[in-house]
């Protein structure tokens, strides 16, 4: 049987057309190895894309991995309109953030879950002196977005400020 792109029997399209046609109409596989530096940074952090636009064609997803030193504390920092579910591969990172009053610690362990909504400002850190942490994270966005900030700060609980 022969086809259009050698694989698909209906795909039809040629040149770039075809180029992004195939992206979206087949199932990809990024070996480890695969993974991509060149994303978003934040100073005590090693971020790898996997799952992007640019590597596979994504429209509404970034996924990648994070790897975070022994006794390291990451900059401050927020996603923009990302909502960033991670899961906890290794160690023992803590998430922080502040809730109106003062920072809160969430403290967390291998096969934990973490959701950060869009615009929160967080940051991770490693308090364990020998192990790095890596977490998986997952975006709703098809880029990482990573805004670093100065300090921690609340968001207000209504939309445009003030509170419930």
């Known amino acids: 049987m022969s086809s259009a792109d050698g694989f698909h029997p209906d795909l039809k399209t040629t040149g770039v057309d075809h180029t992004l046609a195939s992206l979206r109409t087949r199932v990809h596989h990024l070996r480890a190895a695969g993974v991509s530096s060149d994303t978003a940074q934040t100073t005590g952090m090693q971020r790898f894309a996997a799952i992007s636009g640019a590597s596979v064609g994504s429209e509404k997803i970034w996924m990648g991995e994070t790897h975070v030193s022994p006794e390291t504390v990451s900059d401050n920092h927020h996603h923009g309109e990302s909502e960033t579910a991670i899961f906890v591969r ?6 922080v953030f502040h809730d109106g009053h003062g920072e809160i610690r969430i403290a967390t362990a291998p096969g934990d879950y973490v959701f950060v909504p869009p615009y929160v400002p967080h940051r991770e850190e490693n308090p364990d002196p020998s192990n790095p942490a890596v977490i998986v994270i997952a975006r709703s966005t098809q880029e ?3 805004v670093n900030l100065p300090a921690l700060y609340a968001l207000p609980d209504k ?4 509170s419930a």
């Open 90 to 95: 290794s160690g023992n990172p803590e998430f």
């Open 159 to 162: 939309p445009g400020g003030g």
């Open 144 to 146: 990482a977005i990573v």
